[in-house]
């Protein structure tokens, strides 16, 4: 492992190539990148999580800690790691200070895995909206966590509202277990679905289950809400009988037809590090989620969204001034579509540009305000159209 302190953009990819020399490895044997965006106070748990998912899917992993953003001097420190505490792949833990944390993407960049998809998971409650991050502009697959929100309801609405393909919640992979369920008895049935009932909480996992129910069967489905943590029972009325299923415990489920006997199935509540590892293993956009997604929100025509984002330029020390006014504001028709449909805001000096479909910056230096040298900031090809997820 090599610590740097104080340092640049230059020395942190000249010490990942050492230390990759060091190791024996091989930059094309990765998948892909997966940034990971989180803050000093989570960043153990992210990183126990990117480590799983690092442990199935072999991947750069760079960690971006954005600290203090107000503090007067901007500073880089950085961890490099091969083959070490965070799993058998190469991995970068930056913290940013000052400025240089709005410009994350400075630094970022040019340590991407060459020809890999990009992955940006936000470890922390998402930006209202994604274009505000350039770190989620240049992804081809983007997972938030609207329960980190204060208001994890309202946060998944938002994230209809700024949907693009390619975006995903790990709230829905939290529920893949029950969907593989439901599904695989379904399809064992001959009658007509009618009615549905969900029993669990106001929470985002119940709420896309209750999408997913009226999108895949076309039905009404009510929700009977509990004080539960989690989803209790799924219920499904056919005309000639019923499928229900009903959490055990937390590592099984209740398989009931009227036709047949209860069976006991397994149902198993993951951790954190699985959610991931089941959305990394994804790198096209997932149909199926946008359907549930639009089902539940009522915002329509998610899938038939660009998959590019134009960056807008967002300052929160200004805005706190009650000096700036982001773009977007003045133009929600960017919100979750490319920049085509908005007008562009004139950015400072070191923020980052449009083109070809990623974010085209200006070096690390310039971002930071210093003198210090930067690495030169690559480009990549932007995110291909993706093809629809097959029915869960």
């Given at each position: ?12 990819v ?5 230390e990759?020399?060091a ?10 990148t ?46 490099v ?5 965070l ?30 998809p ?14 505000y ?17 204060s ?14 393909p ?8 939290n ?18 679905p009618?009615?549905a009932?969900?029993t669990?909480p106001?929470?985002?996992s ?5 999408g ?14 509990t ?5 209790k ?10 499928l ?47 359907e ?22 967002r ?44 974010t ?14 930067a ?9 291909a159209?993706?093809?629809?997820a097959?029915?869960?």
């Amino acid at each position: 492992m090599t610590t740097l302190w104080d340092t640049s953009g230059t020395e942190v990819v000249k010490a990942l190539s050492a230390e990759r020399r060091a190791a024996g490895a091989v930059a094309f044997g990765l998948a892909l990148t997966l940034v990971v965006v989180t803050d000093q106070r989570s960043v153990d748990e992210a990183e126990t999580a990117a480590t799983t998912a690092a442990s199935a899917h072999p991947c750069r992993t760079l960690f971006v800690v954005r600290r203090h953003t107000e503090a007067p001097d901007p500073r880089l420190d950085a961890e490099v790691l091969v083959g070490d505490r965070l799993g058998p792949g190469e991995a970068v833990v930056m913290r940013m200070y000052g400025r240089l944390a709005l410009h994350a993407e400075s630094v970022v960049l040019p340590l991407l895995a060459p020809d890999a998809p990009v992955v940006t998971w936000w470890h922390d409650a998402p930006p209202d909206k994604i274009a505000y991050d350039p770190l989620g502009v240049f992804a081809d697959r983007r997972i938030t966590d609207v329960m980190r929100c204060s208001d994890p309801l309202k946060g998944l609405q938002q994230r209809a509202e700024d949907y693009a393909p390619g975006d995903t919640d790990l709230a829905w992979a939290n529920i893949t277990g029950w969907r593989s369920l439901i599904a695989a008895s379904y399809d064992s049935m001959s009658g007509t679905p009618r009615s549905a009932t969900v029993t669990g909480p106001a929470h985002p996992s119940t709420a896309l289950m209750i999408g997913w129910l009226r999108s895949r069967l076309n039905i009404a489905v009510e929700l009977d809400q509990t004080r539960d943590s989690f989803m209790k029972q799924v219920k499904v009325v056919l005309d000639d009988d019923t499928l229900m299923v009903t959490r055990h415990d937390r590592r099984s489920a209740v398989l009931h037809r009227s036709d047949q006997g209860d069976r006991v199935q397994p149902l198993a509540t993951r951790d954190l590090g699985d959610l991931l590892a089941e959305e990394v293993k994804r790198l096209d956009a997932d149909g199926v989620y946008a359907e549930a997604l639009e089902a539940w929100t009522g915002v329509k025509g998610l899938a038939q969204r660009s998959p590019l984002r134009t960056h807008i330029w967002r300052d929160p020390m200004q805005e706190a001034a009650g000096t700036d006014t982001p773009a977007s504001d003045a133009n929600p028709g960017t919100s979750g579509t490319a920049g085509a449909q908005g007008a562009a805001q004139e950015r400072p000096p070191g923020a980052p540009a449009r083109r070809g479909g990623r974010t085209r910056t200006g070096g690390a230096s310039a971002a930071r305000g210093d003198t210090k040298p930067a690495a030169a900031v690559s480009e990549s090809n932007g995110a291909a159209a993706s093809t629809p997820a097959d029915q869960a």
